[in-house]
């Protein structure tokens, strides 16, 4: 801001010297300006600028983000198709996620503290979530360890190693019915 009214100021003074150019002592007075006003915008471009303090609530509109972002995804994927009523009360709790994030920025919001400044402090907590959210996907796509894949054992599935090679003879089977519920059954007067 104040970088913007040297300029204004200097542009001023360039534009007056331009149109005194018949009078000396008005040239040497502006020109006395003109230097002090590049002194000033020099000062000021070399000071870099506080950045501005954070939202009150940061932490939990970050984790509210958090929460939103498969949610968005969502809703981008299903565009023109019927949706379950699952994913469709996922999207009702965007809609809520949304409402919680604008209520704590308002509450985050200084007493005297104009739209612009706040406007520009709610942008950098939404650009510095995104930073984060990008590193964060950048180092679990980078971690290539080989996944270990659980084998599921089926009762029909003959088990790898030595047993392919040596196939154990079977069982004969016994004609008669074998085992308790079979005995029970043999003694029933139901027939």
Same mark, same amino acid.
């Given at each position: 801001?104040?970088?913007?009214?040297? %300029?204004?100021?200097?542009? /001023?003074?360039?534009n007056e010297?331009?149109?005194? %150019?018949?009078?000396?002592?008005?040239? #040497?007075?502006?020109?006395? @300006?003109?230097?002090?006003?590049?002194?000033?915008? @020099?000062?000021?471009?070399?000071?870099?600028?506080? +950045? +501005?303090?954070?939202?009150?609530?940061?932490?939990?509109?970050?984790?509210?983000?958090?929460?939103? @972002?498969?949610?968005?995804?969502?809703?981008? #994927? %299903?565009?023109?198709?019927?949706?379950?009523?699952?994913?469709?009360?996922?999207?009702?709790?965007?809609?809520?996620?949304?409402?919680?994030?604008?209520?704590?920025e308002e509450?985050?919001?200084?007493?005297? #503290?104009?739209?612009?400044?706040?406007?520009?402090? $709610?942008?950098?907590?939404?650009?510095?979530?995104?930073?984060?959210?990008?590193?964060?996907?950048?180092?679990? $796509?980078?971690?290539?360890?080989?996944?270990?894949?659980?084998?599921?054992?089926?009762?029909?599935?003959?088990? %790898?190693?030595?047993?392919?090679?040596?196939?154990? +003879? /079977?069982?004969?089977?016994?004609?008669? @019915?074998?085992?308790?519920?079979?005995?029970?059954?043999? =003694?029933?007067d139901s =027939?």
């Amino acid at each position: 801001v104040l970088l913007k009214q040297v %300029s204004e100021r200097l542009e /001023k003074v360039q534009n007056e010297i331009a149109e005194s %150019s018949t009078k000396p002592k008005k040239i #040497e007075k502006f020109n006395c @300006a003109k230097e002090k006003i590049e002194q000033r915008k @020099a000062l000021l471009q070399g000071i870099n600028p506080k +950045p +501005p303090h954070q939202l009150r609530h940061e932490s939990e509109i970050h984790k509210l983000l958090t929460e939103m @972002a498969p949610l968005q995804k969502l809703e981008e #994927e %299903s565009a023109g198709r019927l949706l379950s009523v699952k994913e469709t009360q996922m999207i009702g709790r965007k809609i809520e996620i949304e409402q919680q994030i604008v209520d704590l920025e308002e509450a985050s919001r200084g007493w005297f #503290e104009d739209d612009d400044f706040f406007d520009i402090r $709610v942008n950098l907590t939404r650009e510095a979530f995104t930073a984060k959210h990008k590193l964060s996907k950048k180092k679990s $796509v980078k971690k290539t360890t080989p996944a270990v894949i659980p084998k599921w054992v089926t009762p029909g599935q003959i088990k %790898s190693g030595a047993s392919k090679a040596t196939p154990k +003879p /079977k069982k004969a089977k016994q004609q008669g @019915a074998s085992g308790l519920f079979a005995a029970m059954m043999m =003694d029933s007067d139901s =027939d």
